[in-house]
């Protein structure tokens, strides 16, 4: 994957170069750099496998007139994603009162201009690679259509559990699933039992009973 993907990401760059005019072209040789990178290799290929569509340094005119830069832009239908991989210090540590209030105000006039938005840190990036491709996968199917390769070979209610799972910011419990397939309480344990067989769930909590449930590291990666 690696020589494939120098190889890709070298005719990418370079082609965006060769289209690019002024600021984005200044911003594309001297602000793409380890953390835009990164998110390409180690998020996005894996996942993606190909680099089409995603425009660097993509230009945004917001409804006052103001331009701004997104790390990528995704441009396809039914609608593009911007997305940003954040270091802490340009944009935490370092930013004064205006600086933050600007950054929001920019935020708000992408969303309100129709697009989507992720946003990545470059810590993030670096120490947990896997997990930022599963937002990777996640806007593929709920923004794009598009299934996930992994989840169609298991079950369709097991794909349902596992995709509740992955929305889920905490846990998930028998009850919630219950909720989201509608179905009983032993139909959903049963199918429970079985993900966590398949080592794509591992339970949180209990210790006579297991009462809550995560996706596991493979099951992050369907």
């Given at each position: 994957m690696g020589k494939q993907f120098e190889s890709e990401y070298?005719?990418?760059?370079?082609?965006?170069?060769?289209?690019?005019?002024?600021?984005?072209?200044?911003?594309i040789k001297d602000r793409h750099g380890f953390g835009e990178k990164s998110f390409l290799e180690h998020v996005w290929w894996p996942v993606v496998g190909n680099l089409d569509d995603l425009h660097p340094e993509y230009e945004f005119i917001?409804?006052?007139?103001?331009?701004?830069?997104?790390?990528?832009?995704?441009?396809?239908?039914?609608?593009?994603?911007?997305?940003?991989?954040?270091?802490?210090?340009?944009?935490?540590?370092d930013t004064d009162r205006y600086t933050f209030m600007r950054g929001l105000d920019r935020q708000n006039e992408i969303v309100l201009g129709g697009w989507n938005i992720l946003r990545f840190s470059v810590d993030k990036l670096k120490e947990d690679p896997v997990d930022c491709q599963s937002f990777i996968r996640r806007?593929?199917?709920?923004?794009?259509?598009?299934?996930?390769p992994?989840?169609?070979?298991?079950?369709?209610?097991?794909r349902e559990i596992v995709r509740l799972a992955a929305r889920s910011v905490i846990p998930?419990?028998?009850?919630?699933?219950?909720?989201?397939?509608?179905?009983?309480e032993k139909f959903v344990r049963r199918e429970i039992r079985e993900l966590v067989e398949?080592?794509?769930?591992?339970?949180?909590?209990?210790?006579?009973?297991i009462c809550a449930y995560r996706l596991t590291k493979y099951g992050r990666q369907l």
């Amino acid at each position: 994957m690696g020589k494939q993907f120098e190889s890709e990401y070298r005719a990418w760059l370079e082609r965006h170069i060769g289209e690019s005019r002024g600021e984005r072209l200044r911003r594309i040789k001297d602000r793409h750099g380890f953390g835009e990178k990164s998110f390409l290799e180690h998020v996005w290929w894996p996942v993606v496998g190909n680099l089409d569509d995603l425009h660097p340094e993509y230009e945004f005119i917001d409804a006052r007139g103001k331009y701004s830069y997104m790390d990528y832009g995704y441009i396809r239908d039914p609608g593009p994603t911007c997305i940003e991989c954040d270091g802490f210090g340009t944009h935490a540590r370092d930013t004064d009162r205006y600086t933050f209030m600007r950054g929001l105000d920019r935020q708000n006039e992408i969303v309100l201009g129709g697009w989507n938005i992720l946003r990545f840190s470059v810590d993030k990036l670096k120490e947990d690679p896997v997990d930022c491709q599963s937002f990777i996968r996640r806007m593929m199917e709920e923004w794009y259509g598009q299934e996930r390769p992994g989840l169609l070979e298991i079950p369709l209610y097991q794909r349902e559990i596992v995709r509740l799972a992955a929305r889920s910011v905490i846990p998930i419990t028998v009850e919630m699933a219950c909720d989201c397939l509608g179905k009983k309480e032993k139909f959903v344990r049963r199918e429970i039992r079985e993900l966590v067989e398949k080592r794509i769930l591992a339970g949180v909590s209990g210790i006579k009973r297991i009462c809550a449930y995560r996706l596991t590291k493979y099951g992050r990666q369907l």
